[in-house]
């Protein structure tokens, strides 16, 4: 292998009770989620032809370019595309609102013109079928449209630093157990404080030591959350 494996942020979502409503409905629910990923990428400064972005059928998965940021990927990416598929939602038929499993990870993989392949794309898609996340998703009122679950190593590397946009309080830990992966995560939901996305009859862990911080769920001029009484909303200033 002449290769060499590169250091990429990755995205995978798919679509809550996708099957079942026919073909129309499912045509219409791709459009819907195709164009929400595209305006959350333009949002977030991220060009999408630079992109490894395949199609799940589902849902989709990103490699994005080591360029970019992990913290984009929570904010303004999944925060952009959370609004999207609300202000959908609002206005549309049962059979095609839209909620999504969405998970993050970064790691080494290898990458050919049309095609990537490694251990850290794995880990995506036990995180994009984690139990934790479709449960906690099923449960959450009908207004939030996505549920974000991140490996461990992206909240390290990323959320528990308190980035603009980013709340660390808003994150739950659980464990993830799907196949042969079983590792600690952390799970969010849009517009819900962190005990909302706590499982059902489980209780999750915060490490020992780790920080505090003050809610700043919000940006671009859009508020996506409101928590320990604080607002906060950042301008549109890159970082």
Not at 44 to 73: F, Q, T, Y
Not at 120 to 145: C, G, K, N
Not at 160 to 170: L, V
Not at 188 to 205: M, N, W
Request: hydrophobic letters at 40%.
């Amino acid at each position: 292998m002449d290769a060499a494996p590169e250091y990429r942020p990755m995205v995978a979502v798919d679509i809550e009770g996708s099957g079942g409503r026919g073909d129309v409905s499912l045509l219409r629910i791709r459009e819907v989620l195709a164009a929400a990923f595209r305006e959350a990428l333009g949002e977030s400064g991220i060009d999408a032809k630079a992109c490894l972005i395949e199609d799940l059928g589902d849902g989709l998965r990103m490699v994005a370019p080591a360029c970019v940021p992990k913290s984009r990927l929570i904010h303004p990416f999944f925060h952009e595309l959370a609004v999207r598929l609300g202000a959908h939602n609002r206005t549309a038929a049962a059979s095609t609102r839209i909620r999504l499993r969405v998970a993050l990870h970064a790691g080494d993989v290898w990458l050919a013109p049309t095609r990537v392949a490694g251990g850290p794309l794995e880990v995506l898609a036990r995180l994009l079928d984690a139990r934790p996340a479709r449960e906690a998703l099923a449960t959450a009122p009908a207004t939030v449209p996505a549920s974000l679950l991140v490996s461990q190593h992206f909240y390290d590397e990323t959320v528990r630093h308190g980035y603009p946009g980013i709340d660390p309080e808003s994150f739950r830990r659980v464990e993830v157990t799907e196949k042969e992966y079983a590792a600690g995560a952390w799970l969010h939901l849009p517009g819900l404080p962190a005990a909302a996305a706590q499982p059902p009859g489980g209780e999750s862990e915060r490490p020992a030591g780790s920080s505090k911080m003050v809610n700043k769920a919000s940006g671009h001029g859009v508020v996506y959350a409101t928590q320990n009484g604080d607002l906060t909303v950042h301008d549109r200033t890159p970082r």
